[in-house]
């Protein structure tokens, strides 16, 4: 299987009406290809709140367009990274968008933890509450948002929802980036699944972006990283891996605690 991971550049010099054709672009450049990979909120930037409300946006809106027309153009499978979205009744959303290679929306996937704390994204946008995998023809693929990638219970959820592959959008600052590698592949070995980790470069709302998108494989091996700046990120993996790591070395099945009841 081959993926490709846009880190792009969330400058705030660029409009984003111009990031978004560039993207397009970029992603039209990737056909050929199985996967293509989008960070986090990457048209306003991840850290940029002032600018949430202003730019939000519903799940047919100008992003989604374009992205679904860049899916359709390539031929590709696209996560096409999240959006600040405005649902009916108001409420903001990190929301990310998966396209299939017909650039039909195959899954919408609300930001299930917020970051902030007392602020920020945690007081401007509400909570997700589902869980979302969506079904590759190589790979199930469950999705996760940056900060998500702390809470392991996320992701023991989504394995037991059949997920083989996570893939993660981020804007995560540059301060902690020792912290996005380890739990990148704290979740593959946990989980014995593949991390498809991508994030953003550059610096927008005076934060540094960390960059260093990455790919990890089950053992937790790293198969691919980026440096900081504006990178395409592409690696080829064997989906199959997962199968035989958790046949191999069959931990999941020691699982004492959280069990999820069994599924049919």
Request: net charge negative; aromatic share 8%; hydrophobic share 45%.
């Amino acid at each position: 299987m081959h993926a490709s991971l846009l880190q792009i550049d969330v400058n705030a010099t660029e409009s984003v009406d111009s990031r978004r054709r560039r993207v397009a672009a970029l992603v039209r450049e990737q056909a050929g290809v199985d996967l293509v990979v989008l960070p986090e909120l990457w048209t306003t930037g991840a850290f940029a709140y002032e600018s949430f409300a202003a730019e939000a946006e519903t799940l047919e809106g100008p992003t989604a367009e374009v992205m679904a027309k860049a899916a359709s153009d390539a031929g590709v499978w696209l996560h096409a990274g999240s959006v600040p979205e405005r649902a009916p009744d108001g409420t903001l959303y990190n929301t990310s968008l998966v396209f299939s290679p017909a650039g039909d929306l195959t899954a919408a996937y609300r930001k299930i933890h917020r970051f902030g704390f007392d602020k920020g994204e945690a007081v401007l946008m509400g909570a997700g509450a589902e869980l979302v995998t969506v079904r590759l023809p190589e790979t199930t693929v469950g999705v996760a948002t940056c900060y998500d990638l702390r809470f392991p219970e996320l992701f023991r959820g989504l394995v037991d929802a059949g997920a083989e592959t996570f893939v993660v959008p981020a804007g995560w600052p540059e301060r902690r980036r020792a912290h996005w590698t380890l739990l990148a592949r704290a979740r593959a070995v946990e989980n014995q699944a593949f991390v498809l980790a991508c994030g953003t470069a550059g610096t927008h709302a005076d934060v540094p972006q960390a960059g260093h998108s990455i790919v990890v494989d089950p053992w937790g091996e790293v198969l691919a990283e980026a440096g900081r700046d504006e990178e395409v990120l592409k690696v080829e993996f064997d989906p199959g891996k997962v199968a035989t790591t958790r046949d191999q070395f069959p931990a999941l099945k020691d699982r004492a605690l959280g069990l999820a009841p069994p599924r049919g």
